[in-house]
């Protein structure tokens, strides 16, 4: 048993220090920090500018509307968006856009919009500008000129422009979700922003540090040292180090995050706030009951067991990365499956398909967990999917431990399936 | 009590039998030669040793235990022929972690591989990594890691293999070293002169059943003082069709030449000297080497 750990600790430490992790581990925050907080900060920086912007209004009569719609302001209080009125008739547009145009080359304009007289039939008007890259500002410009359209069309067709926007006024559903115990919880849409969360938490550990596992005994399988190791330790309990030292290491790296992402949700809004008043992101995270992360950690563990032995005994039935590329394409496929059925899970968790799914022992890690988290089914069901996860787990352990034995110190030709079977019943 | 037994020791893989019945007894303090062409059986008999796959039918004893009790492989070293490094571990760390891995608390191996790398003479690569060092000194690190927890038995399977002769006799002195405080060492090998020169006795395997065992003394006796060895230069005339030799082994200068029985030496020297200039002329026992082709063909 000390060997284990032994072997456990070596398999943690050699990779906790190497770049490839150190990297990961850093760069997944830092970009989830950048996600959160660069829009806001990009937008802080740009909207400090003041854009000098001609409107060539051929209607004559939606600028006033137009900058009362656009009044975007900067940190200092000053409109963003500064229009300059220009009229031309059809004869003198095409000089009036050459000087413009002549204009935004010299740098005094930053761009000019054409509204054409038939604007409110036609539904088309143009902007021109050196950049036109810049989507907010686009999406800026567009929407508060169909806001000035919107209302001259209501007026032109004699309705109160206040009376219709009462009308049209969206319906807003809020969600409520019903606990096992019959507790009202407000949701939001978060309950199912969180399950895709977790379950893409799950789904990763099973993938990412399942192979991490199965390459680690390649490794020592292409190197030969695994001779001398196994001269020293049980192939079952070198097996059994490499799957916990390498849970150990995926464990540290999904608390680094769970802490930075926590941190996130509780000041990264604030740091946006600095940047930009009106912040419209919110990543908060709503709050996890203790029920729910204590069935994530179990199911967590016990999937990352359940793959992570799989992968292991792959490594040792082959001989190089190349030859486990091929053979590791049904076991990727035994995850990915399941992932894709908790997004129909999510929407139907009470199915007799949803139930099925979630008692299969090689997909319930996923679809089990999804279906407590949404709407947590009978304990017996919970009872009978783990039984069998559990069973499944301890199972694959076992026979999974006798290939290793065997395949281990197998050099050369891959070995077929009736000779697998053989290890299996010698070993 | 014997350090390594071996009763009745049967493995097949298949139809094939890699090991058949093989009995062998290894005393403390020898060095114990474990002889035999490629494919004869010795690396499954040693990886049965070392529990690493398990035997058919038959018993291992280590210091009169059965093998697969617990922590009784702890007090073994083995040294397989297919050398693996962990690359990209620190020397240091790989031999911390091969000490531990055979049951040596932290505070207990320090001054042990302290003592070991500075003999060595590689205190100062300890930091490098394992993929930076020569083959050699990978292979002198590996060693190391089976000397370490001083074992009861050493396993060597081909240990000289790939080293320069100033490696070699480092590790020979070990070798010589350990037998000295008592540990039995086996030595596996093709190579039949480092085997003559340091076995004590030796066990020649072939087609997975021991043909030959015993003292190297008295495995020569018995073989009969029936050889001559020739240095000569000159022609090689007096070898062919001469009616006293039964067989030779002729290296160009230096001939192994087994007589018929009841043939006299001298007259072979006669012959000799009327083709070549003989430097050396040596009534023998049979080499090792000679003993192995003239087992292992028969």
Known sequence: ?427 | MHTLQLDRVHKSFGSLAAVSELSLAVAPGTIYGFLGPNGAGKTTTIRMIMEIILPDRGQILINGAPNTSPAVLDRVGYLPEERGVYRKMKVREALEFFAELKGLKKNAHKKKIDAWVERFGMADVQTKKMEELSKGNQQKIQFLTTVIHEPALIILDEPFMGLDPVNAELIKDVILEQKQRGTAIVFSTHLMESAEKLCDAICLINKGRKVLDGEVKDIKRGFGRNHVILAYDGKSDFLKNNGIIENYNDSGNYVEIKLRPGAKPQALLAAAMQHAEISRFEIAEPSLHEIFLATVKE
């Not at chain 1, 920086?45 to 900058?67: C, H, N, R, Y």
């Not at chain 1, 001259?152 to 559903?173: A, H, P, T």
């Not at chain 1, 399950?195 to 005994?217: C, D, E, H, N, T």
């Not at chain 1, 180090?241 to 604030?270: D, E, N, P």
């Open chain 1, 1 to 427: 048993m000390n060997k284990m750990w032994t072997v456990a600790r070596r398999e943690f430490l050699s990779r906790l220090k190497t770049k490839g992790f150190i990297i990961g581990t850093v760069l997944a925050p830092v970009f989830l920090i950048g996600m959160t907080v660069l829009p806001q900060f990009f937008l802080f920086l740009k909207s400090d500018k003041i854009k000098q912007i001609a409107v060539i209004d051929q209607t004559g009569a939606i600028l006033d509307s137009l900058t009362a719609n656009l009044d975007d302001r900067n940190a200092a209080g000053q409109r963003v968006y500064n229009f300059t009125k220009h009229e031309a008739a059809a004869e003198t547009l095409p000089a009036l856009e050459k000087m413009l145009t002549a204009q935004i080359k010299n740098g005094e304009l930053d761009g000019y919009i054409v509204i054409p007289a038939d604007i409110l039939t036609a539904g088309k008007a143009e902007y021109r500008a050196k950049s036109v890259t810049n989507f907010f500002e686009n999406s800026r410009i567009e929407s508060a000129l169909s806001r000035t359209v919107r209302a001259w069309r209501f007026q032109q067709s004699g309705l109160n422009v206040e009376q219709v926007q009462q009308l049209v006024r969206r319906v807003g559903l809020r969600t409520n979700r019903i606990s096992a115990d019959g507790k009202e919880e407000a949701d939001q849409g978060r309950t199912e922003g969180l399950v895709r969360i977790m379950v893409m938490f799950i789904y990763a550990a099973m993938l990412v540090y399942g192979q991490i596992v199965m390459r680690s005994v390649i490794e020592e399988k292409s190197s030969r040292v695994i001779e001398s190791v196994v001269a020293s330790i049980k192939p079952f309990h070198l097996m059994a180090g490499k799957i916990f030292g390498v849970g150990a290491l995926g464990l540290t790296q999904y608390s680094l995050w769970a802490g930075v992402m926590g941190l996130l949700s509780r000041y990264g809004v604030k740091i946006g706030s600095l940047f930009a008043r009106d912040s419209a992101s919110n990543l908060s995270m709503p709050a996890v009951a203790p029920e729910i992360l204590l069935f994530f950690i179990l199911f967590f563990v016990l999937g990352y067991f359940l793959y992570a032995a799989i992968f292991a005994g792959l490594g040792a039935l082959v001989n190089s990365d190349q030859e486990a590329q091929q053979l590791v394409f049904p076991v990727i496929m035994l995850v990915i499956i399941p992932f894709l059925c908790t997004f129909y899970i999510i929407e139907n968790p009470n199915t007799q398909l949803s139930v099925i799914l979630s008692l299969i022992p090689f997909f319930a890690p996923m679809t089990m967990f999804a279906r407590i988290v949404v709407q947590t089914p009978p304990a017996w069901e919970i009872a009978l999917g783990l039984a069998l996860l559990i069973a499944t787990v301890v199972g694959t352990i076992w026979l999974v431990g006798r290939i290793f034995r065997v395949g281990v110190l197998m050099y050369g030709k891959r070995p077929t399936l009736p000779e697998v079977m053989k290890w299996i019943r010698y070993a």
